[in-house]
């Protein structure tokens, strides 16, 4: 099938470590590198658009707009913003692509039809390697906000590493930002948190661990435990739709977490049900218990074979993903979004 050899690219930016302006610069590199020319937006033949921090116009010219909304199913932002995203699908040379299976099942809920585009990984970049022996060390990566639990996982490690009697374990936190709020550690705990931490310097880190701990209450595709995938580190993440999405359901030990309605757990910040009809009424998120995630840090702690050994397959890559989930849809592989009039690549 003929793929548009000319797109324009607007993306959202973000921090080093931040996953959206990784997204944003890594799809467009992997779209270039399968044959598309980028070029300014009037004169391409396909607009990619993020929807992440803001709405989205329709284009009523009947030019082709594909939009990626990667925002998460906890976002406040999906239910904002989710007429106007049904006004922007509405458009017959418009596309969404969402990121799991979850956001599709909410956008269908608002008649919206979509298509799963999931984060990748360049497994180029991150990828396995022999790690030497030192103390053990957990990791973490993600804001320093509410909702990705930062404090809990903080005093999980502090628990589980006494339930061990294990003084050599460590807790290495990568907080995208600046230091404002951030918490201070007595140097006896073992907690250290990484400041500035360069996108190129993230392979090293996942390295220098051992496994990857994440205890959110709602995520999208969650994309530090990819990486850490891909460079062959185990993860402990919470059981929750979202992180059964490939290939963490199959490679990441779940902890169970129940589905919890909340509207103030976050200081007022609200979450998104499956179901659009009932966004502003039902807000949930799922929440890991502290006895199960110490049980869960403490039994890897112990566990010396384990947790050294585990390898992963690293077929993840960003090229696969897009020239098999997205190039067949926007190349007229669904219906009304086929578009002919574009120019194939030569």
Known sequence: MDKPALFSWRGVGGAGTNSMGIVDRENCTALTALGWQKVDPESAGVNFSFA???????????????????????????????????????????????????MQENFAAAEIPTSIWHHGVDTQFFSPHPRPQRPLRLGFVGQFEPFKRPEFLI???????????????????????????????????????????????????YRSIDCLVTFSYAEGYNLPPLEALACGIPCIVPDMPEMHEDPYDALCAHVPATRVVNTDILGGQDFAPRNAAVYLTQPWVHEVGFDDAVDAVSGFLRD??????????????????????????????????????????S
């Open 52 to 102: 992440h921090q803001g709405t989205l116009q329709p284009d009523t010219s009947g030019a082709v707009r594909v939009a990626y909304v990667c925002t998460t199913t906890h976002n406040s932002l999906v239910k904002t913003y989710v007429s106007r995203i049904q006004e922007f699908a509405a458009c017959p040379s418009h596309y969404v692509f969402v990121l799991n299976r979850t």
């Open 155 to 205: 005093d999980v490690f502090k628990a589980a590493r006494a339930s061990v009697r294990d003084k050599q374990v460590e807790l290495l936190m990568v907080i995208p930002g600046p230091r404002s709020g951030l918490p201070r550690f007595d140097v006896n705990e073992n907690i250290r948190i990484l400041e500035g931490i360069k996108r190129e310097w993230m392979p090293l880190f």
């Open 304 to 345: 010396p074979v384990d947790r050294r050994l585990r390898t992963f397959p690293t077929r993840y890559g960003w090229g696969a993903r897009i020239e098999s989930e997205v190039l067949p849809v926007i190349a007229g592989g669904l219906g009304r979004f086929a578009f002919d009039h574009v120019p194939p690549v």
